[in-house]
């Protein structure tokens, strides 16, 4: 024996009589506990950090129709804090038109890395300057008319001087203060969550068995993954719809009908579902997703599961033990008129 092997020899044997010690008997941790699944506090880019007069400021642009010039219409109008921040309709409604998507939530959106249906946009920030200026209503506004509109009203100089620095008003402050109010817009102490802390008791046996499935037979994990349930890439799941999806964004003929995952958090709260709103309920998703899309044909990534009755409803109580609270955001009183509720269809 060398000397090298002999130490390293006593050192085995020395760990061999400290490891019992030193590694405490597992907890009866749940197999899927760590941080795989857990949401972290929202990251903020170091071009727009947080500070809380901004995200003040921003939640008071969310909800002032004056932003968008017409007075029944603010972000909140759409994006509704009391419909999951969507609109509960089948697709989005400008004035009295119906328009070609669905109007998705805003939870965690802090998290994701490609924004709207099709991905057009790949930072929060060009996300809501492209929807200010291109508004999905069709009717567009200069960036110097929505300066000159906020401008010219008392109250806002103060808070821009707050979140800023200086009281100008630009619209790349506006965008600013809008995306770091939305990056504030996180689920939180779901079911689940309260599950991955270690209360064995949070999630109901279907909802555990329905994880799962989710991580395997059914197999919504290879998009629904991380924290916020999603990659944040483009797939095609052979829906109904000839809606070209990312391909109009990419030009790739692989793109077609390809859409952005959406995240599933609190994904109970805002149905109908999809792009174009066509499923209504969790059950019908998960009854499309059991046959494998609506078309089988070039591009479709989806199989058919042939799940039981008992793993639809473990799947379905799964998906509900996702719903959360929210960060505490006060929501201001609004002016009637402004928010559309109730108005499912
Ligand atoms: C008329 C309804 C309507 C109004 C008003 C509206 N939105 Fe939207 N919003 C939508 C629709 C519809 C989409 C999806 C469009 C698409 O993907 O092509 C969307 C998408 C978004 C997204 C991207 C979400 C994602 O999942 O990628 C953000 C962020 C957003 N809106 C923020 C805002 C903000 C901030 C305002 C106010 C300045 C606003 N919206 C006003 C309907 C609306
Ligand atoms: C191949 C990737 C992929 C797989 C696998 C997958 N999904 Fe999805 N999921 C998507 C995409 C993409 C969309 C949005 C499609 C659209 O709107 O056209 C979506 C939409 C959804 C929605 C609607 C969300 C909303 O806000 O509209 C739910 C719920 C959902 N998926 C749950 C599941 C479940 C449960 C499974 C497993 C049975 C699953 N997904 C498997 C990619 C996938």
């Not at 946009?121 to 508004?135: K, R, V, Y």
């Not at 009183?333 to 269809?345: D, E, N, Y």
């Amino acid at each position: 024996m060398t000397n090298r092997t002999a130490f390293a020899a006593a050192l085995a044997a020395l760990a061999a009589l400290l490891l019992p010690a030193q590694a405490p008997a597992a907890p009866v941790a749940n197999p899927s506990s760590g941080s795989a699944w857990r949401l972290p506090p929202p990251p903020y880019p170091a071009a727009n950090p947080y500070n809380q007069a901004k995200a003040e400021l921003g939640r008071q642009l969310f909800f002032d129709p004056r932003l968008s010039g017409d007075p029944s219409q603010a972000c909140a109008t759409c994006h509704n804090p009391g419909l999951g921040w969507a609109d509960g309709m089948r697709r989005a409604m400008g004035g009295n038109r119906a328009l070609g998507r669905h109007t998705p939530s805003l939870f965690n959106l802090a998290y994701l890395r490609a924004f709207f249906w099709d991905g057009r946009a790949q930072t929060l920030e060009d996300a809501i300057a492209q929807h200010i200026l291109a508004p999905v209503t069709g009717e567009s506004s200069s960036a110097v008319d929505i300066e000159r509109r906020i401008g010219s009203l008392a109250g806002y100089r103060a808070a821009f001087r707050q979140a800023f620095e200086s009281p100008r008003i630009t619209f790349d402050r506006i965008v600013q203060a809008l995306a770091t109010f939305v990056r504030g817009i996180v689920s939180r102490d779901s079911p689940f969550d309260r599950w991955l802390g270690g209360d064995a008791t949070a999630m109901s046996e279907e909802a555990r068995e329905g994880f799962a499935l989710f991580t395997g037979k059914a197999g919504c994990v290879r998009c629904h993954s991380g924290p916020a349930f999603t990659d944040s890439h483009f797939h095609n799941i052979g829906l109904n719809s000839v809606d070209p999806g990312h391909f109009e964004v990419s030009g790739r003929p692989e793109d077609r009908n390809t859409f952005r995952t959406p995240g599933l958090r609190n994904v109970a709260a805002t149905p109908p579902y999809m792009h174009n709103g066509s499923l209504p309920t969790l059950d019908a998703v998960i009854e499309f997703f059991n046959r494998g899309g609506d078309r089988i044909g070039p591009g479709n990534e989806l199989k058919p599961l042939g799940l039981s009755r008992e793993e639809k409803r473990d799947l379905r109580a799964f998906l509900d033990s996702l719903t959360g609270g929210e960060t505490e955001m006060p929501v201001p009183i609004l002016p009637r008129g402004i928010i559309r509720t109730g108005a499912r269809r």
